[in-house]
């Protein structure tokens, strides 16, 4: 959904409401900074506090990258710096929020019985192709191990 879909002027957020407090009373989260009182009061000490934030959650987003080709949690780990870099700038809460909708969405989706019947066809359609072509393959060539035993 973008912002010329639903009415919203270009540059516009969509509002996200939080979850109910119990109270019936919902809180808007703030945006900004959530650096400690004390950092906040120094210019130049919030500076370097952001700019260690933005390193310290950039040298996460890299690992994250690094690890999508390789072995680990790639995505996982672009999030957690993303995550990181929520705690001081504005627009990484946006990108979050915006994740965890499309999330949300994916995963009301993905719970659709219809959506659910699709995927376990498929899988199934996909496990006995495969078991086709492992039978055969065994069947003209034979089960060959990698090592002889003597015995």
Not at 9 to 35: C, F, N, Q, W
Request: proline share 7%; no cysteine.
């Amino acid at each position: 959904m973008s912002a010329e879909s639903d009415g919203r002027p270009m540059g516009a957020v969509a509002p996200i409401v939080p979850p109910d407090t119990g109270d019936g009373i919902r809180k808007e989260p703030v945006l900004g900074s959530r650096a400690p009182h004390f950092i906040k009061r120094s210019r130049a000490l919030h500076v370097s506090w952001q700019v260690g934030v933005f390193i310290v959650g950039l040298a996460v987003v890299i690992a994250g990258i690094i690890m999508l080709p390789l072995p680990g949690p790639g995505w996982l780990v672009i999030f957690g710096g993303i995550g990181i870099w929520a705690t001081e700038f504005v627009w990484a809460q946006l990108v979050l929020r915006w994740t965890k909708r499309k999330v949300t969405e994916a995963t009301q989706r993905a719970l659709d019985p219809a959506v659910r019947r699709r995927n376990i066809i498929l899988t199934t359609i996909g496990l006995v192709i495969i078991a086709a072509a492992v039978t055969v393959y065994v069947w003209k060539f034979g089960i060959v191990m990698p090592w002889k035993i003597d015995e």
